[in-house]
T-cell receptor, first 113, second 111 residues
Framework: DVKVTQSSRYLVKRTGEKVFLECVQD?????MFWYRQDPGLGLRLIYF???????EKGDIPEGYSVSREKKERFSLILESASTNQTSMYLC????????????FGPGTRLTVT | AQRVTQPEKLLSVFKGAPVELKCNYS??????LFWYVQYSRQRLQLLLR??SRESIKGFTADLNKGETSFHLKKPFAQEEDSAMYYC?????????????FGSGTQLTVLP
């Protein structure tokens, strides 16, 4: 059974802080993704990674960066958090075949005050 | 560009009534379509995909390329079907192979 874990369920940070969101998967998946989930907007892709040390921008990369030093771990970084980054952040992983399902983590509810 | 539209943000039906959640897409190639579901306090999970042509929990969805639609249907809704449903599309090449999600429909099945 695939397991995708995220480091925090809830996080509160102040404006301007550097924020790290961690995601770990245990199924040796090549692909990993970071989304943000907002009411009325659905899921929007921030960044994704096809393999270790590889990253691609998604639809809304501004204000975010990512790191993938190991295959099982994909980190999302907010260099200087802003209030408009208050959201639910979802991590997902998948095999290399796009028709296969993405497995999601439980999400991190980030509040920036 | 690929786009997914779910026109209903909220949908309420009574238990035992038929339910249809609408999904329309825009993509110039051959898409792969999916429905994902998120029950209260649970993680997002795959419900079904069009290439499997399967019925999951009584739900079915048919890809209609002429109408560019992939509506989700169930003949008799149950209270446990109450959840947020997302339609998603994967294109056929390059960055289009990433999933594009619709804005979601919150389904409530009333007793």
């Amino acid at each position: 059974d695939v397991k995708v874990t995220q480091s925090s369920r809830y996080l509160v940070k102040r404006t301007g802080e550097k924020v790290f969101l961690e995601c770990v998967q245990d199924m040796d998946h090549e692909n990993m993704f970071w989304y943000r989930q907002d009411p009325g907007l659905g899921l929007r892709l921030i960044y994704f990674s096809y393999d270790v040390k590889m990253k691609e921008k998604g639809d809304i990369p501004e204000g975010y960066s990512v790191s993938r030093e190991k295959k099982e771990r994909f980190s999302l970084i907010l260099e200087s958090a802003s209030t408009n980054q208050t959201s639910m952040y979802l991590c997902a992983s998948r095999t290399g075949t796009p028709t296969y399902e993405q497995y999601f983590g439980p999400g991190t509810r980030l509040t920036v005050t | 560009a690929q786009r997914v539209t779910q026109p209903e943000k909220l949908l309420s039906v009574f238990k035992g009534a038929p339910v249809e959640l609408k999904c329309n897409y825009s993509y110039s190639g051959s898409p792969e379509l999916f429905w994902y579901v998120q029950y209260s306090r649970q993680r997002l999970q795959l419900l079904l995909r069009h290439i499997s042509r399967e019925s999951i929990k009584g739900f079915t969805a048919d890809l209609n390329k002429g109408e560019t639609s992939f509506h989700l249907k169930k003949p008799f809704a149950q209270e446990e079907d109450s959840a947020m449903y997302y339609c998603a599309l994967s294109g056929s090449s390059g960055s289009a192979r990433q999933l594009t999600f619709g804005s979601g429909t919150q389904l409530t099945v009333l007793p």
